[in-house]
Structures are given as structure tokens and as C-alpha cells.
């Protein structure tokens, strides 16, 4: 009998569900793996602020970490909030361990879709320097991707993203997938896979009207780590990215709230 893939995922919790680990668990379990959770912070926010963030103790993390590795198999690893330079250090030895093994996906959440930050603000140097060469794949969109290159401004063209892309690419030592649904003047959401070999693919949907969408970032890196335990990176990402057009464009059928509400992972 074939074994479940297994999908950790190492972030921060929303009670309303609609982002952080929960959205993760929601979307691995929809798509037929077996979620694996590793809290970093409890938060209490909602889709209009976040109002407090408790980042759970270093040893914590690691002694959670144990307790899965010691008894579970892991087929991949996302990972989401880091709130401290501690609790990414943290996470180091683990991922030194399993990286050749295991496809590793980190999106690198340094603020909330509300606009408010949620980690310190040295966090961006620190993943850069010490976290993501231990990372398959990371998947910014264009304004942490510009926080992360210290620059001041994010991409406006698919020429800045393919740029922007190949500097991170370069800097940070492993492959990139630039998310371009917020580019100006776009008819279609545009993203971008930079691979650590150097090789470019775009990937193009169409834009979906709904007033809900909560939650996609962490969406597509849980479906992107969960599908590169079964398929190459250009097409894991082409599988995550149909997902997500899914889930957004059912949003709608959940009716929980009139605006800015969580998707509907659970379409497959």
C-alpha cells in the first residue's frame, strides 16, 4: 500500500482560518496529503488588523520539530512566518537536515495582507543570509521581493520582475517564484519561476473578480510544497497555481463575510 505524503508546515495560526497554518492544513488536506503543523506564533488577527502576536519560544519550536521527525516521515516542508531572527535560527538545524531530501517551500511573510508587519525588521537580511540557501524555492510577491533586495521600489514591468527575480535568484541561492498578481497595468496575473539553474518560466491566469482572497499566498506555497513531493518545480507550480485559481474563484460560495473572506480550499 502507497504511503500519504506528508506536508510540514511551519507558521504562524489565524483564528478566522482564512490565512497562516490553518489555511495551509486546509489546503494540503484538500489536495490529499497529510498536514504536519509547527506553530511559530499565535496571532489574533482578522482580515481588517492584526492586534497581537505572541512568537513562541525557540526551544519550543525545536522541541515540536523533534517530535514529529522522531516518529513521522516528511515529503516536504512549507514554511511561512518566521516572526523573530530566533525563531528562523531555530529551524536552521532541521533544515540542514532534510534539505536534500526534501523539497523545501518558504514564503517569506513579513506582512500581513492588511498591510501591518508581522516579524522584525532586521528578519529580511537574516532569511536572506542564513535561511534561504537551505530552501528549494521561495515565493515573494513583488513587494517582499523588493524588501528582501532592499530596494526601494517593486517591480512595475515583467522586465523589473524577471530583474528583481534574477537578483534573488543570485542572492539568495535557490530558486524564485516571483508572484505578479498585483503588477500594474496586467490584464492577467503574472508569475514568474526563476529557477537556482537559471532557467525562466512564466505562468499566466487569468484575473478573478471576487471581493474575497484572503489567504492565497499561504495557499499556493502549501499546494507548491505539496506537489513537488510528486513532480518536477515548473510543473509542481503549475499545478499550485490551478489550484489556487480554484479556491479564489469559489470563494464566494462560502458566504461567511462580505468582504476579504478566506477561500474555498476544499474545490478539488
Given at each position: ?184 497595468g496586467e490584464r492577467n496575473s503574472p508569475d514568474l519561476l526563476m529557477t537556482s539553474e537559471g ?70
Amino acid at each position: 500500500m502507497e504511503r500519504i505524503s506528508t506536508t510540514l508546515t511551519i507558521a504562524g495560526t489565524d483564528p478566522t482560518g482564512g490565512a497562516g497554518i490553518i489555511a495551509d492544513v486546509k489546503t494540503i488536506s484538500a489536495l490529499g496529503g497529510y498536514a504536519l503543523i509547527v506553530p511559530t506564533a499565535v496571532i489574533a488577527q482578522n482580515s481588517m488588523s492584526v492586534s497581537e502576536i505572541l512568537p513562541l519560544p525557540a526551544y519550543l519550536l525545536t522541541a515540536q520539530l523533534h517530535s514529529i521527525t522522531e516518529e513521522f516521515p516528511i515529503s516536504s516542508v512549507k514554511i511561512g512566518l518566521l516572526p523573530s531572527e530566533e525563531i528562523a535560527k531555530a529551524i536552521v538545524p532541521f533544515l540542514a537536515g532534510v534539505k536534500r531530501r526534501t523539497p523545501i517551500v518558504l514564503d517569506p511573510v513579513l506582512k500581513a495582507s492588511s498591510g501591518q508587519g508581522l516579524c522584525e525588521d532586521s528578519l529580511a537580511c537574516f532569511l536572506m543570509r542564513e535561511v534561504f540557501p537551505y530552501v528549494s524555492v521561495i515565493t515573494p510577491n513583488l513587494s517582499e521581493a523588493a524588501r528582501l533586495l532592499q530596494l526601494p521600489q517593486k517591480a512595475c514591468t515583467r522586465l523589473e520582475m524577471l530583474r528583481h527575480a534574477e537578483m534573488l535568484c543570485e542572492q539568495a541561492r535557490c530558486s524564485v517564484l516571483l508572484k505578479g498578481g498585483h503588477l500594474d497595468g496586467e490584464r492577467n496575473s503574472p508569475d514568474l519561476l526563476m529557477t537556482s539553474e537559471g532557467k525562466s518560466y512564466w505562468f499566466e491566469s487569468s484575473r478573478i473578480d471576487t471581493p474575497h482572497g484572503r489567504g492565497t499566498g499561504c495557499t499556493l506555497s502549501s499546494a507548491l510544497a505539496f506537489y513537488m513531493t510528486q513532480h518536477q518545480l515548473p510543473e509542481a507550480v503549475h499545478l499550485a497555481k490551478t489550484y489556487l485559481c480554484k479556491a479564489l474563484s469559489q470563494a464566494d460560495t462560502l458566504g461567511l463575510v462580505s468582504s476579504r473572506g478566506p477561500l474555498q480550499h476544499f474545490v478539488c
